[in-house]
């Protein structure tokens, strides 16, 4: 049974109960991310994340550290495009600990003005490692090609400037712009009491007061189809093909999982077995969907050789066309339903999956969707649901293309019309 509380100043707790596993995750999920930035300060919530880590009024770096390492903890954070998250997984026993500690770095991190220029070069060593992972690298490229101009397209680590730019004055300006405790989520699944947990939570995060904040409305994203090539001197071409996807409350997502799964979101998808196992043309190969609050892309990422990439590009655009004309039949329909109902719930038995979920759950609905209800859905996912589906995604004036590698951009077909 889930439980949801709303403390006195805004600040939502979703949790959970697994009576069969010994271990609690805890998430603290802020509805702030990079797209949420001004262009000056580009990359800061990533770097945020990064601070709250290196140092509070009663623990160095170093013990925090410690301190989670020696009751066998896990204590990280991830930033998204939308989101900031920070996380503790540890054993019941030690619940009331991860809570005291993510209070400590929420609340009292001193952002110690030596503490933040080591950090710029821990950020620009991070940017610089994705620079050269060329698989990261185009999904970056792809994203800031697709949506010229918004927030949404940059990426979240922000570039080598504006992190040098980076300042103790910039980051509580941002935390004072942005942060308010109506915009967190705290989520709990696993073993736990919960009147002490309740009791816990509020004792650590209700007196966080609201405050008036001056948080800018998102610009929605509008795509703009668009043909790049980026040469780098690399052995394979690493490529990006896509289009519009959905945002996270669209009606039609749940058809939009089963047409990923069947296109090239899983080993058995049409994507896979043609590229790889029947023709050999690469080693990856997948699609997947991105969603936000107002928008999304559908993607499909392949790496291959120079030689080969016309024909694999080729042979995408192939398979948007067929499932775009013919759709798919009875049989793909329910294997895709079953993969999709299969990995869900196997996910669930996960501590860290069903705190996930009840956090996305309430920022992006208000509301927890029990697996009855997901499953549910699925189910209703009909052959002519997926295919108008595709007949929407797979319109020949939204394709995009980015490409990087070793490659002339002329033998890549830039007229991607299906």
């Not at 005291?100 to 950020?123: A, C």
């Amino acid at each position: 049974m889930v439980r949801k509380v709303v403390l006195d100043n805004g600040m939502r707790i979703v949790a959970e109960k697994m009576a069969s596993v010994k271990s609690v995750s805890i998430g603290l999920w802020v509805n702030i991310g990079s797209r949420d930035e001004e262009a000056h300060e580009h990359g800061i919530s990533h770097f945020l994340e990064h601070m709250f880590f290196k140092g509070t009024e009663k623990r160095s770096a170093k013990e925090i550290a410690r301190e989670i390492d020696a009751i066998g903890g896990e204590l990280n954070a991830f930033t998204s495009r939308e989101t900031t998250t920070f996380y503790a997984k540890v054993l019941d026993d030690h619940l009331s600990k991860a809570v005291e500690i993510l209070s400590d770095n929420f609340h009292y991190s001193t952002f110690d003005p030596r503490e933040i220029e080591k950090e710029k070069q821990v950020v620009i060593e991070e940017i610089k490692m994705v620079e050269d992972d060329p698989e990261d690298l185009v999904h970056d490229l792809y994203t800031k090609d697709i949506w010229k101009g918004n927030p949404l397209g940059r990426p979240i680590l922000g570039t080598i400037e504006t992190i040098s730019d980076m300042t103790r004055k910039k980051i509580l300006r941002f935390l004072k712009r942005t942060y308010d405790p109506k915009e967190i989520v705290i989520s709990v699944a696993g073993h736990f009491d919960l009147p002490p947990l309740m009791k816990a939570l509020e004792k650590a995060f209700g007196k966080y007061s609201a405050k008036e904040i001056d948080l800018h409305p998102r610009l929605a994203p509008q795509m703009t189809p668009n043909f790049q090539v980026k040469k780098r001197n690399l052995e394979q071409v690493h490529l990006c093909i896509g289009t519009q996807g959905l945002p996270h409350r669209h009606p039609d997502r749940y058809a939009l999982y089963v047409l990923n799964t069947i296109l090239g979101g899983s080993v058995s998808s049409r994507l896979f077995q043609e590229v790889r196992e029947r023709r050999g043309l690469a080693y990856s190969i997948y699609s997947y969907p991105s969603s936000y609050q107002d928008g999304g892309l559908f993607t499909v990422y392949a790496g291959t050789s120079a030689k080969n990439a016309p024909k694999v590009i080729g042979l995408v655009l192939k398979e948007f066309k067929r499932i775009k004309d013919k759709g798919v039949d009875a049989v793909e329909l329910d294997k895709a339903k079953n993969h999709i109902k299969g990995s869900l719930m196997l996910s669930m038995e996960s501590t860290s999956s069903r705190m996930s979920k009840l956090a996305k759950d309430e920022l992006y609905f208000g509301r927890y969707f029990t697996l009855e209800e997901v499953v549910r859905e699925i189910n209703r996912v009909s052959l002519d649901q997926v295919q108008q589906l595709a007949k929407g995604l797979f319109d020949s004036k939204h394709l995009s293309l980015t490409a990087l590698g070793k490659i002339d951009p002329s033998l890549l077909p830039q007229d991607l019309s299906l």
